[in-house]
């Protein structure tokens, strides 16, 4: 997690360029986010919950960035943190899904 030596240094300001391998050139972080989601994914096109025209590799693509994001937040406290749960409800959800639920408030 955020915590980790190894992920706070991939994540820090003067090591943006090891995130940027990690999300760009190398494409290694939306790979093995695609390995987490992709069974997720399949049984949500199934049901028809994923918007049209997404493809699952952009869909873990962003899911990736997002991640790299959040991790890099140290002023967030708790992975369960509301405003986390929010955040992820009002922006990330609406990207990929059909029907995202209305946006929450504080």
């Known amino acids: ?3 980790d030596p190894i992920v706070r240094l991939i994540v820090s300001p003067e090591h ?3 995130a940027t391998a990690l999300v ?7 790979r093995l986010t695609f390995e987490m989601w992709a069974p997720l994914l399949e049984e949500a096109r199934e049901r028809g919950e ?3 025209g997404l493809t699952d590799e952009e869909i873990c693509q962003w899911i990736a960035l ?3 994001i959040l991790v890099g ?8 943190d509301p405003d986390n749960r929010r955040m992820l409800t009002n922006f990330l959800l609406p990207c990929i899904i059909k029907d995202a639920p209305a946006p929450q408030s504080r």
């Open 66 to 68: 997002v991640q790299l």
């Open 16 to 18: 943006m360029d090891m």
């Open 1 to 3: 997690g955020r915590q």
């Open 73 to 80: 937040r140290m002023d967030f406290h708790s992975d369960d």
């Open 50 to 52: 994923i918007r049209e």
């Open 24 to 30: 760009g050139s190398s494409g290694l972080a939306a």
